[in-house]
T-cell receptor, first 116, second 116 residues
C-alpha cells in the first residue's frame, strides 16, 4: 500500500522557536497533501491543503503566517510552526493523495509537538 | 452542509463478539465518496475502505464488512469475531469535492475497546 512518512515523530521545543515537520510520500506522487491537527481524544482538524507548486489553502481560523506550508515537490510537503507557543502543542498529521476527485488519503504516522 | 455523524463515542466488547460502528452522513453532492479509517494507539491512521456514491454493494474484507445504504445515508462498519488488535478509534469520512479541494470531512470517531 501507499506509504507516507513524517519526520520527526516527536519534538520538544522552547517557546518562541520554530519547528519544521516534513511529510513525504514514499512510493507515489502526491497531487495534494493535507495537514491536520488532532487534540487528545478528538477528531482530526484540517489545517490546510497544499498542491505542489502552489500556495496552500488554509482553513478558516488557521493563521497562515504561523503555520507555513511548503509543497516543493510531488513527494514532499513541510509544515513550519513559527514562534511556537505552548498552545501549539498538539499531534500534527499529514496525508497525501495520489489524485483528485475522491481519492483516498494516506496518512503519515504523525508528529507529537510539545512546546515548553 | 456536509457532515458526518458517528453517534457512538465508545464501544466495549469482549473478544469474538461482532460489533457494528455506525456512520450517518449529510451531503448535497450527488457524487461523493465515503471512507473508513482506523487509528490504533500508535496514532497513524490506516485506510480501510473507499466507496463511491454509485456503488451500494456491500463490501466484505476478511472479518470486516461495510453496509452502504443511500436511503438512510448510512455507511456502517461491522467487525465480525472481534480481536484485541481491533482496539482503536475508527473514523468515518466523507469527501468534499467542492472547489476541487478533495477535503475529507471526518466524524468524531468511535473508540472501540476489545477485551480478551
Amino acid at each position: 500500500g501507499a506509504v507516507v512518512s513524517q519526520h520527526p515523530s516527536r519534538v520538544i521545543c522552547k517557546s518562541g522557536t520554530s519547528v519544521k515537520i516534513e511529510c513525504r510520500s514514499l512510493d507515489f506522487q502526491a497531487t495534494t497533501m493535507f495537514w491536520y491537527r488532532q487534540f487528545p481524544k478528538q477528531s482530526l482538524m484540517l489545517m490546510a491543503t497544499s498542491n505542489e507548486g502552489s500556495k496552500a489553502t488554509y482553513e478558516q481560523g488557521v493563521e497562515k503566517d504561523k503555520f507555513l506550508i511548503n509543497h516543493a515537490s510531488l513527494t514532499l510537503s513541510t509544515l513550519t510552526v513559527t514562534s511556537a507557543h505552548p498552545e501549539d502543542s498538539s499531534f500534527y498529521i499529514c496525508s497525501a493523495s495520489p489524485g483528485q476527485g475522491g481519492y483516498e488519503q494516506y496518512f503519515g504516522p504523525g508528529t507529537r509537538l510539545t512546546v515548553t | 452542509a456536509q457532515k458526518v455523524t458517528q453517534a457512538q463515542t465508545e464501544i466495549s466488547v469482549v473478544e469474538k463478539e461482532d460489533v457494528t460502528l455506525d456512520c450517518v452522513y449529510e451531503t448535497r453532492d450527488t457524487t461523493y465518496y465515503l471512507f473508513w479509517y482506523k487509528q490504533p494507539p500508535s496514532g497513524e491512521l490506516v485506510f480501510l475502505i473507499r466507496r463511491n456514491s454509485f456503488d451500494e454493494q456491500n463490501e466484505i474484507s476478511g472479518r470486516y464488512s461495510w453496509n452502504f445504504q443511500k436511503s438512510t445515508s448510512s455507511f456502517n462498519f461491522t467487525i465480525t469475531a472481534s480481536q484485541v488488535v481491533d482496539s482503536a478509534v475508527y473514523f468515518c469520512a466523507l469527501s468534499d469535492l467542492s472547489y476541487n479541494t478533495d477535503k475529507l470531512i471526518f466524524g468524531t470517531g468511535t473508540r472501540l475497546q476489545v477485551f480478551p
